[in-house]
């Protein structure tokens, strides 16, 4: 049953969400919280701490290997990997998050983002939040991206949403990078229009999917 797994996280995200509110504006994060943020878009004072950012992408990086690991054991000659993404708690951001998926299918091979209406691996939300637009999980399985309304004005929206979907693929914060790097996110200022991942996070993001392959391969422990 591929999507049981899937039902149980969507479960999960809906409690973890019930309890933050009608949106996960308030996920920010503490240090008995369950859900934790990941990484903004911009370096603001609550993710200040950049050694948890990194631990936090790990976690979401590892939430979502394990479903692909899972895929990968029901379909071992594919030739990438497929991670499936529900765009139905962001329907202002369709546009700008098929961009992003066109983008990182044009500049990557080992993994494909793709659209379901059912059994997806992570889900876009949008919303108020004063942290601005993040990436987030809980470390256990479940885990999404937050857009934040005032952000994807104030900065070019389609570099938001593939500089957190690069979350998703492994990707850590690099704020002190130049405009051409797509994980520097907010770093280079609103004037920044580059939506494409650069050469050397082309070939991370490449190198790390290879390397999840070679991990699904491998007989569950
Ligand atoms: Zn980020």
Same mark, same amino acid.
């Given at each position: ?16 969400? =019930?309890?933050?509110? !009608?949106?996960?504006? /308030?996920?920010?994060? @503490?240090?008995?919280? $369950?859900? +934790?943020?990941? *990484? ?33 054991? =029901?379909?071992?000659? !594919?030739?990438?990997? /497929?991670?499936?993404? @529900?765009?139905?708690? $962001?329907? +202002?951001?369709? *546009? ?45 399985? @479940? ?79």
């Amino acid at each position: 049953m591929r999507h049981q797994r899937t039902v149980v996280v969507s479960t999960a995200l809906g409690l973890a969400l =019930a309890g933050l509110g !009608a949106i996960p504006a /308030t996920a920010a994060p @503490s240090a008995t919280s $369950a859900t +934790s943020a990941t *990484s903004a878009y911009v370096h603001g004072s609550t993710y200040a701490g950049s050694a948890k950012e990194a631990a936090n992408n790990k976690a979401f990086y590892d939430a979502v290997m394990k479903s692909v690991a899972k895929k990968r054991a =029901a379909n071992p000659l !594919a030739a990438s990997v /497929t991670v499936y993404y @529900s765009t139905r708690n $962001a329907p +202002s951001f369709r *546009s700008q998050i098929s961009q992003s998926a066109q983008i990182w299918n044009s500049s990557v091979q080992n993994v494909r983002l793709a659209e379901s209406s059912s059994g997806a691996d992570f889900s876009y939300y949008e919303g108020n939040d004063p942290n601005g637009s993040y990436a987030s999980t809980d470390g256990h399985g @479940s885990g999404y991206i937050f857009l934040d309304y005032q952000q994807n004005q104030q900065y070019y929206s389609v570099r938001v949403v593939a500089h957190e979907t690069g979350h998703v693929l492994g990707l850590p914060d690099h704020y002190s990078g130049p405009c051409s790097e797509l994980m520097s996110g907010g770093g280079p200022g609103t004037s920044c229009r580059n939506a494409y991942p650069n050469s050397t996070e082309k070939s991370r993001v490449n190198s790390l999917w290879r390397n999840g392959l070679a991990t699904a391969f491998k007989p569950a422990a």
